[in-house]
């Protein structure tokens, strides 16, 4: 029956806390993107997958160091306590979000494999001759190309990552424009962009869609300032996208994929209009005060949690005492 409570208790935590926060980012996000659109595509970027992701960073985190100890330490063993219906459902409903979640991500692996494997059947590595000759590759991504039209171009891959050029893409870009198309792709396996689309698969939750449509976006535009250097290299970029997308080659959404045009076509329009527009100032690093800054508030709310923790085990004990009635 300890156990038993136990499991009810963190399960009942958790689930409260992550609902709470996740409807919260829902009805906030949108305001707080709005003021973002100041900074760069990329700290965008990062600031809309924290959005996303801790609701559950968080729940995880006061479950596993607040609730837990507190249940262990102070919860009587001798007592043979009830479960409540209300801890029960809530249990129930931690259950079948954990079943949801691993489920929603094994399909989204499993659709993904398995357009992959179609990809690359045939597929054949990338020579360094004629064109991929001038490809300057900073990490070691192996570029595949494949007999199909569709995709263009995509990154594909959380472990072993690849980038797929189809043969029509490779005949119709330029070399610059091929370099550039491919830089873009490589930014996209550096971030571990396809990782995070499995961690959003896996903590899904309703109401997100748009959240995630926006942090979409947003990693496009930030894939496409670290792809080039100056303005010439963002007009081949520009470029590159014009003319796959006239050649029909915007991608349909793949789970746990990062295509070129793997955006809706208004979004492409977008991305074509910034990179004409581009500017030095879109590749400024972040200052490293703020990071400072950053680590020092981290680090206060740390001494302040180790110097409070035994009172707040305390409280939180008696909270979950109060849920379990």
């Not at 003319?243 to 746990?256: N, Q």
Request: proline share 4%; glycine share 4%; charged share 20%.
């Amino acid at each position: 029956m300890f156990a038993l409570r136990g499991i009810a208790v963190s399960s009942s935590v958790f689930v409260l806390v992550y609902g709470v926060l996740s409807f919260a980012v829902c009805f906030a996000w949108r305001s707080l993107w709005l003021s973002f659109q100041k900074y760069p595509a990329r700290r965008i970027a990062d600031w809309l997958f924290t959005l996303r992701i801790v609701p559950f960073v968080s729940a995880w985190v006061i479950t596993a160091v607040f609730a837990v100890p507190s249940f262990l330490l102070l919860e009587p063993r001798t007592i043979e306590e009830p479960v409540g219906a209300v801890p029960f459902a809530l249990g129930l409903c931690g259950l079948g979000l954990g079943i949801f979640g691993a489920v929603n991500a094994m399909l989204a692996t499993r659709r993904a494999s398995r357009a992959i494997a179609g990809w690359t059947r045939q597929a054949q590595p990338v020579e360094t001759k004629s064109k991929a000759e001038s490809i300057r590759l900073s990490v070691s991504v192996p570029v595949l190309r494949i007999a199909k039209s569709f995709p263009a171009m995509i990154a594909t891959g959380i472990t072993r990552p690849r980038i797929l050029v189809s043969g029509a893409a490779e005949l119709r870009l330029s070399s610059r424009e091929l370099q550039t198309a491919l830089n873009h792709e490589v930014e996209h396996v550096r971030r571990r962009d396809n990782l995070k689309k499995l961690l959003m698969r896996f903590v899904a939750f309703p109401g997100m869609s748009g959240l995630e449509a926006a942090w979409l976006e947003a990693t496009e535009m930030a894939a496409d300032d670290a792809a080039v250097a100056n303005a010439s290299e963002a007009l081949d970029l520009a470029s590159a996208l014009i003319k796959l997308s006239r050649m029909g080659a915007v991608e349909s959404p793949v789970d746990l994929t990062a295509a070129l045009l793997h955006t809706p076509a208004s979004v492409v329009n977008a991305r074509v209009e910034r990179l004409i527009a581009w500017s030095d100032e879109r590749r400024t690093p972040a200052t490293t005060h703020r990071s400072l800054y950053g680590m020092g508030a981290i680090l206060a709310m740390l001494l302040a949690f180790a110097v409070s923790y035994s009172q707040l085990l305390v409280q939180i004990h008696s909270a979950t005492e109060w849920l379990m009635r």
